[in-house]
Every structure is written in structure tokens, then in C-alpha cells.
């Protein structure tokens, strides 16, 4: 699959319109300077050439350097990358939090006030766009009230943690800098909210139709005629069985958000990699591209195993061996 | 309907209570050195000063490095700095320059004529960033270090323009650099994100993407202009505009950059903010394709020049531009009102059209413009306009940078009409000039294609005249002849403006600077 993704990746960057060595070379740069540029970079060779240099090195663990800024691409990676994981499951994190007990308690509570309060944040969440939800949140809270920081990921003039795991947070904890950690959180507060929103509008919805489906299931009146309380049988019986469709979004929602945090990052100085992507995009600078795709695409595969190695634990009937 | 008008008015007073939101007014603090904090879009992927220039390259650049002269004002000066005197031989081939002798680079060694010959054979041999303003003219061979500090240029031909492009011609400590070579790559890779340089400022921490912070040297070689100069910058990449101003008025940034012309309107009004406001040397022209119908047509780009409307252009950026008076920027050394130059005449757009081959026209024109610039959509939906009553049509096409440049590199694919800001990089009419000329097809301000055997000639000898009694008045008809060619829609220069909390003092512009760029040196903080 991985095989067919930078076969694809490769193709596509290649076949637009747009020198690269040219943009590279900057806008007064001669035609000398130009060949240069490509025959460093092997552009000048024939695209299967090309395409099985880039397969070497992919194999090696080199995945290129950047003709805009002639870093390495894995050295870039390993810097915008965590940056993206933080804010993707810190946000995934807390729409799972809220979304499925919203959801549970909207179907639950099918038709009252709460219901109708739920499905108002859930058509919000998917209904308003991302962007123009971080800048009022930016305008409001922080410009405003001054509460929280406009964006980045800590002050200005604060030193971050020597890296060990890159992650922000992760280190900070490992250094013992409490302080570096609380700040990191307040930066984080309002990416994490506006990124949050539409997983949470999606999880609480899919949520909410798949338990009011459940609860209307022959074995859940069997267990209320029993005498179960109703907790027990929401939380225990019901939750369990709309789990399945609602794991199945979340593990969709991960993916997704992975590779589509450009405009959360864009509006809060977010170093992240979907800007690093756009960036390398808009100047034909395919060794990125090709990179940020190969590793979106990988979690996307591993958000899916870890998914369906889910499903199991959550159905038993899954794990068990079918009839031969 | 009511219910929406409402929500609507409600949304707009809760805007309009936010934009109005007390500005704060502080700067950052690193013990008792006062850091500005400069808010800018554009990231510096590498300050190697052989490899790339840009506006936030060479900002950073010039903080790190110097040179051996310096641009300085409005107009700009070319001034002493590494280099305390300098002369040329008459043909203007040879040019010996004297360094000062207390330079001293950041790792203390002193910066000498042979790390000015090593920088400049560096440059050369790397033929990246820079080295297209020189490498045809100057061989590494051709640089004589006669002694310590004095140093000669030997060009293979005269160059008049020389001298202009040497500010951009960065010294960096070879002493330093080699220790730092890989397979050699003369230090590529390490002076990416390290410098090596005896600028005002050394680096303090580079978070690539995220943040740059420089600090001042102390005892700077050449001193510094103000007791109170700035302790350090920290160029801080916001990316958003919204957020670039929000930062400003909530005084998390000291400057911002590239708002658009109402948000600068509007930050202007703000207590506690000024908006430098100058002409710059950036020009905006609608390239037409010379080489291709229909626009191969003289009298039909003569029709297309009478018909824009040139007030448009200053109302899009609220008058804070003003119209191009000859295809060079007034700042441009030998510009001038070229007479009768192109405004909106309806009466000659129509004279010219009918002697066209397309008297009534009726045919469609492409406009390509970079996709999310709104001023040049702006200004292709006045062109729609202004055509219609020529019954020309348009079509709008919005490219990405990269797919503008590609269609543009050649005459089959450049489009009839291309929107196109051009800086040049020195004050020099050379550096204008030569965008007109052969060598320049398939440079994205080389679109137009334009073909004209005595202008060439005419630039080619431009060059070479050592005496600027002589090259002036070549300069003035290569003016006049592109003017009568139109070869593109001269358009206008649109002022240069920052955002700035007004305890910053010291600020200098220089049109010769790119869009963003400030130069950092002169930078002080009246604030206590």
C-alpha cells in the first residue's frame, strides 16, 4: 500500500507544471544556475531514474533533502512532525472525552432539551470552519480577555526542553520542568478547542444515532425487564455495541486530522508538519511532499490496525476464530 | 429573516468591541537587553549568503554579516563599511577596495582581504544566491589580495554597475567556515542555520520554521548609532494576517509586515502604533506576450495601455501607491517622467485598437494572476471593465506561483497577460534594465518576451560606459523606447509599510530593500 502511495505521490508531483530547480534557484537566477541546481538534485536524469534513486533511499531511511531550504527532509520531519501528533491527540483526546458521553446522554435523553442543546454543538462543529472558529476564539480569549496566548507553543524568549522524544510535553514531563509544562498547556488550549470541535460534532453524532438504535434492541428490554439499572445497561450493554461505528470514525477522524491541521496551524503559529507540507507544495518541493505523505500515510495504516486490534477487545465474537 | 438580521448585528457588535480591544504596549526582556519582537510571514530556510536571497533572508543576512559597502536612505546611499574607501579605474573594470582595520569577525579573528576574496570565490563557486550579479563579469582568478586590507576586482569587461551589487556580496571567516566543511561543500550545510559573519548581530537561537532570535554584539566593530539600540530581534513567523495583527495590537509583537492596506489603515488609527509609510521600488505590471497573437499586436498592447484605469490601482491599495511615470521605479538612478506615458485615455485605446488586426475586438484575453493575491484580482476585475468597452473580454486565471513562473518560462505558454511585482536589486538602471532584455526570457519578469535588437544594444552598451554623464542619457531613451513598445501594462509601486509599536526608534527605510526587510542595525527602544 505504502508502494502504491509513493507511486502515486511521485507521479503527481512530477507530471504538475512548475521547474523546481528554477524556483529554487530564485527569480534572477541564470540559466547556468539553473543546471547546476538540476544536476545536483538529478533532476536532469529520466524519471524512473528519478523515482528508483528516490525507492534507494526511502529504504535507507534517506528520504531526500528539501531544494527550498536544502535541509533534510527526516531531519524536518523529526522536528514539525511531533508538533502535529501533540495537537492531533490532545485534540482527538478530549473530543472523544466529551463527544462520547454527549452522545450517549443526547440518545439517552432522544428529543428533550439536552438532546436538542447536543445536536446544536454537533451540526456547529461540523458547520463552522475551523479557521474563522481559532480567530474569533484568538480575538475573543486572547486579544480580548488576555487570558490565553494568541498562538505558538511557548513564549517567545522561553527556552524549550532539551528534546529527548521531541514531543513537547512528553519532554518537558521527563525534565521535570512543571513550569514549561503548564505554560505548553496554556499555548495549547485553544488549537486543541478549535481543532477539537468538528471530532467532537462527528464522534457525538455517530454516537448518539448508533446508541439509539442499540437501546431500542430486544436484548437491552431483556435486561431492563431483569431489572438492571438503567446506568448499568447504558454504560455496560448499550455503550459497548455502538462502540464498533464510532471506533471505526475515530480511527478515520485520527488519519484525517494527521494530515489536515494546515489551517489550525496556520491561525496559531502551530509548527507543525501540515504547514511544512503546504509550504514545500506551493513551491514544487517534492522531496517534502513526498515525505509528509509517506508518513501520513503510514499512520493512517497504524490508526487502522490499532483500530481493528480495538474492535476485538470491545467484541469478543471478533477475536474468536470463525468456523472452519 | 428578522431572526438573521439579528444574529448578523449581533456578530458585528461583539467584532467591533473586539477590534476595538486596548492595544498593550510591551516588549520582551532577556536580563536588561530589550528584544524586539518582529512579526513576519515568511520563514528563512537558510542565511548562507552564497545560496539564497529573499526579503527575510537578507534581513537576517545583513544583521549577521556585512559587507564591504552598504545601502543606506531614501534615496539609497551607498556607504563605506568594511570597506573605508574604494576606487576604479576609468573603464570601470578594475575596483580596489580598502578595508578598515579594526573589523573584527564574531569569533574575535580579523576580517582581512583574503576572507573577502574567499567569500566572494565562495559565492562564485557555488553559483547560487547571489552570484548571477557578478559571475559574468568576474573570474575567481580576478581577485587580488594586493595586502591585508586592500583587495582588487579585475572584471573580464567594464562593468559600470558593479559597485551596486556589492552590498549583497556577503563576508563570511573562511578560518571559521572550513573547520565546518563536509565532502567539500565549502560549509553549505553547516552555515544553513550557523553563521559565520562580523555583522551587528550574532544568532542566539534558530528554531527552524518557528522563531529566529539574533542578539547584539557587543562592542560591534563599528559601534552602534543609539545608546539605546535593541538587544536582540526575535523574527517570529506568524503566518496569518489576523494573528500578525492581533500580536501588534496586543503588543506580543513590536513590528509586523505585509498586512493588508486596510489592516494597515486600521492598526494606524490605534494608540500607541505608527505605519512608516514610503514609496518603495517594487513595481506592479501586467506582462503582455510580445512574441504571440494576439498580443503580438503593438497597437492592440498600445489599446490595452489606454484603457486600464491607473487611479484604480492607488484606490485598491487606498492610496498609498503611486502610478510609474517610466517602465523603471522613481528610485532608480536616470529615472525619468518618460513624457506622455500611458493613463487611461479611452479616446486613443480605441484609435489604437482600430489600427489593430482586431478593429472590433470581440476576442477573448487570458490574465493570469497569482492565486490568494487579492489586490491582483482586484486589479483584473477593473481590466474586465475597462475591456468590455474596448469589447475585449478577460479571463481571470489564478495560478499558484510555481504554475505562473512554469507558463510564463516560454512563449507558446505565457499567457496574453501576466500580473507581475518585480523589486529590482540594486539602484542601479542596469538591474532594470537588463528585465528587458534577451537574457531575461523565462525569468518570471522576463514574460513578456520582449524583442527590440536597438534597445539591447543600447543596454549592452549601457553597462560597460564607466562615466555617468554618459550612461544617463542612454538610459533615458531605453526608457523612452520600452515605454513606446509596451511591451506590459506599467503599473504602479506600491508604498512600503510596517506596523510598529511607536517606542521603536531608529527605523531607516531604503527602497533598495525587499518588501519586508528592515534593516535591524539602526533599531532602538525609547520605552524604559
Known sequence: MLFGLLCLTFAISHIVPGDPARLAAGPDANETMVRTLRTKYGLDQPLPVQFGRYLRGVLSGDLGESLRSHHAVLDDLVRYFPNTFELVTLSLGLAVLLGIPLGMLSAVRKDTWVDHLARVVAVSGVALPAFWLGLMLQLLIALHLGVLPLGGRLPLTAAPPAPVTHLLFVDALLRGEWGTFVTALRHALLPVVTLCFPALASIMRVNRAEMIETLTQDYIQSARAQGFSGFRIVTRYALRNAMIPTLTMIGLRYGWMLGGTVLVETVFDWPGIGLYAVNAAVSSDFQPIMGVTLLIGLNFMLANLLVDLAYGWLDPRIRRPGPR | ?528
Open chain 2, 1 to 528: 429573516m428578522i431572526m438573521r438580521v439579528r444574529v448578523s448585528l449581533l456578530v458585528t457588535a461583539v467584532l467591533a468591541a473586539l477590534a476595538v480591544a486596548p492595544p498593550v504596549a510591551a516588549f520582551e526582556r532577556a536580563g536588561d537587553r530589550k528584544i524586539l519582537v518582529f512579526a513576519g510571514r515568511q520563514e528563512v530556510p537558510t542565511i548562507d549568503p552564497s545560496v539564497k536571497y529573499d526579503w527575510s533572508i537578507r534581513m537576517m543576512q545583513q544583521a549577521l554579516y556585512d559587507a564591504l559597502v552598504k545601502y543606506v536612505g531614501n534615496p539609497p546611499e551607498i556607504v563605506p563599511w568594511l570597506a573605508e574607501r574604494w576606487e576604479s579605474s576609468p573603464d570601470a573594470r578594475t575596483w580596489t577596495f580598502h578595508l578598515v582595520r579594526n573589523a573584527r569577525f564574531h569569533t574575535g579573528d580579523p576580517v582581512t582581504a583574503e576572507a573577502v576574496r574567499w567569500s566572494f570565490v565562495r559565492t562564485l563557486r557555488l553559483n547560487a544566491g547571489p552570484a548571477w550579479m557578478l559571475s559574468d563579469f568576474l573570474k575567481e582568478d580576478a581577485i587580488k589580495v594586493l595586502d591585508d586590507y586592500t583587495i582588487q576586482f579585475t572584471l573580464t569587461q567594464p562593468y559600470a554597475p558593479f559597485l551596486s551589487f556589492v552590498p549583497w556580496w556577503y563576508v563570511m571567516n573562511p578560518k571559521q567556515v572550513l573547520t565546518q566543511e563536509q565532502s567539500g561543500d565549502l560549509g553549505q550545510k553547516w552555515l544553513t542555520d550557523h553563521e559565520a559573519g562580523s555583522g551587528p548581530f550574532r544568532i542566539k537561537r534558530w528554531e527552524q520554521g518557528v522563531l529566529y532570535e539574533i542578539e547584539a554584539v557587543d562592542g560591534y566593530w563599528k559601534g552602534w548609532p543609539s545608546k539605546d539600540h535593541v538587544g536582540g530581534v526575535i523574527l517570529k513567523i506568524v503566518r496569518e494576517a489576523a494573528a500578525q495583527r492581533a500580536a501588534l495590537l496586543r503588543g506580543e509583537a513590536d513590528i509586523v509586515e505585509g498586512l493588508s492596506a486596510d489592516d494597515f489603515d486600521q492598526v494606524a488609527r490605534m494608540p500607541g502604533i505608527v505605519v512608516p509609510n514610503h514609496p518603495g521600488m517594487t513595481t506592479f505590471g501586467i506582462k503582455l506576450n510580445t512574441q504571440k497573437a494576439p498580443t503580438k499586436d503593438p497597437n492592440l498592447r498600445k489599446a490595452l495601455a489606454y484603457a486600464f484605469d491607473y487611479e484604480a490601482l492607488l484606490k485598491i491599495y487606498n492610496g498609498n501607491a503611486v502610478l510609474q511615470t517610466s517602465p523603471f521605479p522613481n528610485a532608480t538612478r536616470g529615472h525619468i517622467g518618460v513624457p506622455g506615458f500611458y493613463r487611461q485615455d479611452l479616446a486613443r485605446a480605441k484609435e489604437f485598437l482600430a489600427k489593430s488586426a482586431y478593429p472590433q475586438g470581440g476576442i477573448e484575453l487570458e490574465y493570469v494572476y497569482v492565486q490568494g493575491l487579492e489586490e491582483e484580482r482586484k486589479m483584473g476585475l477593473v481590466l474586465i471593465d475597462n475591456l468590455a468597452r474596448l469589447g475585449l473580454r478577460l479571463k481571470l486565471v489564478p495560478l499558484t506561483w510555481p504554475n505562473m513562473v512554469a507558463r510564463g518560462a516560454k512563449v507558446d505558454t505565457s499567457p496574453e497577460m501576466m500580473a507581475v511585482f518585480t523589486t529590482p536589486v540594486s539602484t542601479d538602471p542596469d538591474a532594470v534594465a537588463y528585465q528587458y532584455h534577451k537574457n531575461s526570457w523565462g525569468k518570471y519578469y522576463g514574460s513578456a518576451f520582449y524583442a527590440n535588437d536597438g534597445v539591447w544594444a543600447l543596454i549592452e552598451r549601457a553597462r560597460t560606459v564607466a562615466r555617468w554623464e554618459e550612461r544617463a542619457p542612454l538610459y533615458a531613451e531605453i526608457q523612452k523606447r520600452i515605454a513606446a513598445d509596451a511591451p506590459e501594462i506599467f503599473g504602479m509601486l506600491a508604498n512600503r509599510r510596517w506596523g510598529m509599536r511607536d517606542y521603536v526608534k531608529g527605523f531607516v527605510f531604503s527602497p533598495v530593500r525587499f518588501t519586508g526587510e528592515v534593516d535591524l542595525y539602526p533599531l532602538a527602544v525609547a520605552a524604559q
